[in-house]
């Protein structure tokens, strides 16, 4: 039984480049979460997916992100024109139709933007 | 709104003492309630979760806890502590099916 997945495990990149990480959540999960959480804080919730409907999305994602679900399979969170606000860790998560209300995170994204 | 409060960001306990990470929440509706524990450069491992039922749940590596309405808390303990207990817990709380609100963490340390 595979967990989910999350490419890559570390990015580093330079203001102003665009990035993209992918994730892969557990097989038959029909909902998939995208968190940030900044150094010594708990996960921010970002968006989430209900097959390949993004169906609700934090104000704290700018106009400079954007997450697509297009098979309703792997997901894609993008970020356009880093920052060096960007950096943290970018956790992914699913969750199985019978037991919606349990999400099982991915080993995350970390991203340093210089 | 629902939100997390974390009592101590940082907890040290000898090994083979009582582990006792304090949570208390704020929800407008009976929430759902979990305890995540982050090792380092890792994901969130799910320790356990309330949903409904008995309001003492029992989870991973000898983790349990108590879901205590009346004091909005939902506390996380350990008879014993363990060298590989030592890590970043969370406390997470949700209203609805699909967005966690975290606490801030408490980081766990184990003394010899």
């Known amino acids: 039984d595979t967990g989910v997945s999350q490419d890559p495990r570390h990015k580093i990149t330079k203001r102003g480049q665009n990035v993209t990480f992918r994730c892969d959540p557990i097989s038959e999960h029909n909902r998939l979460y995208w968190y940030r959480q900044t150094l010594g804080q708990g996960p921010e919730f970002l968006t989430y997916f209900q097959n390949e409907a993004q169906l609700e999305k934090s104000r704290l994602l700018s106009d400079r992100f954007s997450a697509e679900r297009p098979k309703g399979s792997f997901s894609t969170l993008e970020i356009q024109r880093t920052e060096q606000g960007d950096s943290a860790m970018y956790l992914c998560a699913s969750s199985h139709p019978w037991g919606q209300e349990t999400q099982y995170f991915g080993p995350g994204t970390r991203l340093l933007v210089l | ?112």
Not at chain 2, 82 to 99: G, L, N, Q, T
Request: proline share 4%.
């Open chain 2, 1 to 112: 709104a629902q939100s997390v409060t974390q009592l101590g960001s940082h907890v040290s306990v000898s090994e083979g003492a009582l582990v006792l990470l304090r949570c208390n929440y704020s929800s407008s509706v009976p929430p759902y309630l979990f305890w995540y524990v982050q090792y380092p450069n890792q994901g969130l491992q799910l320790l356990l979760k309330y949903t409904t039922g008995a309001t003492l749940v029992k989870g991973i590596n000898g983790f349990e806890a108590e879901f205590k309405k009346s004091e909005t808390s939902f506390h996380l303990t350990k008879p014993s502590a363990h060298m590989s207990d030592a890590a970043e817990y969370f406390c997470a709380v949700s209203e609805d099916d699909y967005k966690l609100s975290f606490g801030a963490g408490t980081t766990v340390t184990v003394r010899a």
